[in-house]
């Protein structure tokens, strides 16, 4: 059974920093892809950032780049995405996800997703 748990989520002053853990499990594609999104109240989701595990290439959505860094760790089938310089517009619910081929780079079509977790930036 494939499974997503998101974690790391909380409530920060703007300017602050918060680091969101995606753990994976029930799944073996080599060429998949990890991606983060987010979904603000009354917002469509929108996608924040990827990672390749076939190459570690990484994408970010324009609003997060130079703020936010995803990373991962295979040891632990852990992906990571450090916030940093927290605004109040990145207030919402964080998910991970995970497309299993790659071929929706970079915030296509996904195929499974965790519960998320929730990110409150106050100003």
């Known amino acids: 059974e494939v499974q997503l748990v998101e974690s790391g989520g909380g409530l920060v002053q703007a300017g602050g920093s918060l680091r969101l853990s995606c753990a994976a499990s029930g799944f073996t594609f080599d060429d998949y892809v990890i991606g983060w999104f987010r979904q603000a109240t009354g917002k469509e989701r929108e996608g924040v950032s990827c990672?390749?595990?076939?190459?570690?290439?990484?994408n970010y959505a324009d609003s997060v780049k130079g703020r936010f860094t995803i990373s991962s760790d295979n040891a632990k089938n852990t992906v990571y995405l450090q916030m940093s310089n927290l605004k109040p517009e990145d207030t919402a619910v964080y998910y991970c996800?995970?497309?299993?081929?790659?071929?929706?780079?970079?915030?296509?079509?996904?195929?499974?997703w965790g519960q998320g977790t929730q990110v409150t930036v106050s100003s």
């Open positions: 996800a995970v497309d299993y081929m790659g071929s929706n780079w970079p915030f296509g079509k996904y195929d499974y």
């Open positions: 990672i390749s595990n076939s190459d570690g290439s990484t």
